[in-house]
């Protein structure tokens, strides 16, 4: 069961304890700091997937719809500027 608390930062500070194992078993917790919302605690597993790499680079641009668009990609071969340093 996903429960979001909010708490303020001196409340969070006093509970760090059962903010942590409310991360763990309930899910994000939104820390605010002058009612806004600052921060959110996560457990560490759900950190881990939400960043997790998700393919490659590679397969990134196999995906993409422009791949067989025929889209001029050519560089242009203009020589370097000289500038005076």
């Given amino acids: 069961m ?4 909010h708490w303020t930062v001196a409340t969070a500070k006093a509970h760090l304890s059962e903010v942590i194992e409310m991360a763990l ?9 002058s009612g ?27 995906a993409s719809p422009l791949r067989n668009s025929d889209i001029d990609t050519e560089r242009i071969k203009d020589k370097p500027r000289k500038i005076e340093l």
Avoid: H, Y
């Fill in 2 to 5: 996903s429960k979001v608390k």
């Fill in 36 to 62: 806004v919302e600052a921060v959110v605690i996560v457990s560490a597993g759900e950190w881990k997937i939400k960043t997790q790499r998700k393919g490659s680079l590679v397969d990134f641009l196999d």
């Fill in 25 to 33: 078993s309930q899910g994000p917790q939104v820390v605010t700091r």
